[in-house]
């Protein structure tokens, strides 16, 4: 019986990633006939898969691999592991007492580890914080046992965190949504887009390069839970924020009218300004005047401000009646209470008269003056004046 070929592995492990090729290096006996060639015959899961005149070859299938060289009889098998796992413990292929032996717990390739931990017999044994490799210098009998090794993925995004510029707005109010994300510093090109969601409902266009989505008017109806997605541009690698909930509060409003002058002292003849005081509703507010027999606005214009004035400019006894104001801000309205308005008839120059009539009486007769203005609003008062 001639001796066994022996396989030995370049690089020396017997486990590798998907992808990788491992060099079969076949060692037939040292002695050879002058003058004879030495052929090579590979196996691959016990069928031969190739002939070669060289003692190398590579491979890149699972299995198990024997070799034979002319002149000596069939090696013992190499089981090789191409593993697609994130995480591969790689070990060479034979061990001896008095070995130095280096362990390696390697990730695939474009993945980042942290907190790479080393266990035998599912107990801990070396925390591989700044190397992947273990050595033991000297192998012995007592180093015989199973090897396994964790970490954990350096992430390229972290969950954004979706933050409102407001979680409790009011009615009519503009809210900003921002999807905060953290990239690594050493991946801080990294290009990204964003998308926005409500109670499942992507909103807007869908996509977007920017971090930020823009509810220019928010309303009662929009309250709910919100959340972000982040998306890196070129890899798809996409992580999602926690939702966060949005209440939208009713528009609380003070909507009121004044008048200038004061009720009591509008004349006909004079101006008459009508102010419209609003508080509470968000802008822009469009103001609408009503005078209740007529139901049609009396004036409407837009303005930014909270007070707005309706101007008559000489006030007629036909302008009277009951006046009230609406501020709208094209969602929402609100109308202030009525103003009755009465517009008084200025009083007339008054006349004397007298009874009996005549500038002469006798001494002792009673004489009656009569003070009366033809036109003014009722009620009017007199006095009577004797040389001032």
């Known amino acids: 019986t001639g001796p066994k070929s022996v396989i030995s592995l370049h690089p020396p492990w017997t486990v590798a990633s998907q992808g990788e090729k491992v060099k079969l290096i076949c060692n037939g006996p040292h002695f050879s006939?002058?003058?004879?060639?030495?052929?090579?015959?590979?196996?691959h899961r016990g069928k031969i898969s190739s002939e070669t005149l060289t003692n190398t070859h590579e491979v890149h299938d699972s299995g198990e691999y024997s070799c034979q060289t002319s002149g000596s009889l069939l090696s013992n098998p190499?089981?090789?592991?191409?593993?697609?796992?994130?995480l591969i413990l790689q070990a060479p292929l034979y061990v001896f007492e008095g070995?130095?032996?280096?362990?390696?717990?390697r990730a695939k390739a474009g993945v980042a580890l942290t907190n790479v931990t080393l266990y035998k017999n599912d107990r801990l044994l070396a925390f591989l914080s700044n190397t992947s490799d273990f050595q033991i210098h000297q192998a012995d009998l007592k180093d015989n046992g199973a090897y396994h090794c964790t970490g954990f993925k350096k992430e390229l995004?972290?969950?954004p965190v979706l933050r409102a510029n407001s979680s409790w707005p009011t009615e009519g109010e503009p809210v900003t949504l921002t999807c905060e994300i953290q990239l690594p510093p050493q991946r801080s090109d990294v290009r990204l887009q964003f998308c926005f969601f409500k109670d499942g409902q992507i909103l807007g266009p869908g996509w977007s390069s920017s971090p930020e989505f823009q509810i220019n008017t928010i309303w009662r109806e929009d309250?709910?839970?919100?959340?972000?997605k982040a998306q890196t541009v070129t890899s798809r690698v996409w992580k999602q924020s926690r939702t966060s909930q949005i209440y939208v509060q009713r528009v609380v409003a003070n909507v009121q009218m004044h008048t200038r002058p004061a009720l009591e002292l509008v004349f006909a003849g004079q101006?008459?300004?009508?102010?419209?005081?609003?508080?509470?509703?968000?802008?822009?507010?469009?103001?609408?005047?009503?005078k209740t027999s007529n139901k049609k606005p009396m004036k409407a214009?837009?303005?930014?401000?909270?007070?707005?004035?309706?101007k008559i400019s000489m006030v007629k006894k036909r302008d009277a009646g009951e006046y009230y104001c609406e501020a709208n801000n094209g969602r929402l309205s609100f109308r202030s209470k009525p103003v009755t308005i009465n517009v008084k008839v200025p009083v007339s120059p008054p006349g004397l008269t007298l009874s009996p009539p005549g500038d002469r009486a006798p001494e002792g007769d009673v004489v009656t003056l009569q003070c009366k203005a033809q036109r003014g609003s009722l009620p009017i008062q007199y006095q009577f004046f004797r040389e001032d």
């Open 157 to 159: 995004l972290h969950h």
């Open 301 to 310: 214009k837009i303005q930014n401000s909270l007070n707005e004035e309706f």
């Open 271 to 290: 101006e008459l300004v009508l102010i419209c005081s609003v508080d509470g509703v968000p802008g822009p507010v469009r103001i609408f005047w009503y």
């Open 78 to 86: 190499v089981s090789l592991l191409f593993s697609a796992a994130t």
């Open 223 to 228: 309250s709910g839970s919100y959340w972000c």
């Open 99 to 105: 070995d130095s032996v280096v362990l390696r717990c």
């Open 33 to 43: 006939q002058p003058g004879k060639a030495t052929w090579y015959r590979w196996y």
